[in-house]
C-alpha cells in the first residue's frame, strides 16, 4: 500500500445516514426545532433534509430501526453528527432558540478551534452543533501543531451575539 497517498484537500463529507425509530418525531427535530428542509420522502420510511436546498445533507431512515430502542451511548455507532454554523452569530441563534424551546442537557465546549454545543436528538444520537473560530486565530504550539482543548463555552456571552 502506498504510505504516502494524502486525500485531496478539497474532500467533504457528503452526508450522513441515520437510523432512528420515528421518522415523524425526528423530521419534528431536525427540521422543526434545527431547521433543516424537507427536501424528499422516500417512500414511508425515509426523508432527505438539507440547508439551502442542497439535496441532503442527513438522511433519516427507518428501514432497520422503526420503532427501536433508543441508542446506548456506550456501544459502537457514530459518536456524533457534527453541523458546521457559518457565524457565531448563527451559533448563537440557534442556542437561543434551544433555550426558548427548553430543550434539554445542552452541553457547550470551547475547543480552541471552535465553540461547539452538544445535545442527543430523539434517538439518543449525538448532534454537535458549531462553528469554526478564523484559523489564524486557532491556538498553536511554536512548531505550527493545533493546541485544541476542552474549555467551558461562556453561554453568555454568546447569546449576546443572537439576534
Known amino acids: 500500500m502506498d504510505t504516502e ?3 485531496p484537500t478539497e474532500t467533504r463529507i457528503g452526508h ?3 437510523k432512528v425509530s420515528d421518522l415523524k418525531r425526528s423530521l419534528a427535530f431536525y427540521c422543526d426545532l434545527l431547521g433543516f428542509e424537507l427536501m424528499m420522502y422516500y417512500g414511508d420510511a425515509a426523508a432527505f433534509i438539507s440547508a439551502g436546498g442542497y439535496h441532503h445533507h442527513i438522511g433519516l431512515n427507518t428501514w432497520n430501526s422503526k420503532d427501536a430502542p433508543p441508542a446506548t451511548r456506550e456501544g459502537v455507532g457514530l459518536y456524533h453528527t457534527a453541523i458546521v454554523y457559518p457565524t457565531r452569530k448563527d451559533l448563537a441563534n440557534i442556542y437561543k432558540r434551544l433555550r426558548t424551546a427548553n430543550y434539554p442537557n445542552i ?3 470551547d475547543h480552541g478551534v471552535s465553540e461547539a454545543l452538544y445535545l442527543r436528538d430523539p434517538d439518543n ?3 454537535e452543533l458549531y462553528w469554526d473560530k478564523p484559523r489564524n486565530s486557532w491556538p498553536k504550539e511554536s512548531n505550527g501543531s493545533l493546541t485544541m482543548y476542552t474549555h467551558p463555552l461562556d453561554l453568555e456571552d454568546l447569546l449576546k451575539e443572537a439576534s
Open 107 to 109: 452541553g457547550a465546549s
Open 5 to 7: 497517498y494524502k486525500i
Open 16 to 18: 450522513v445516514h441515520l
Open 125 to 127: 444520537n449525538g448532534v
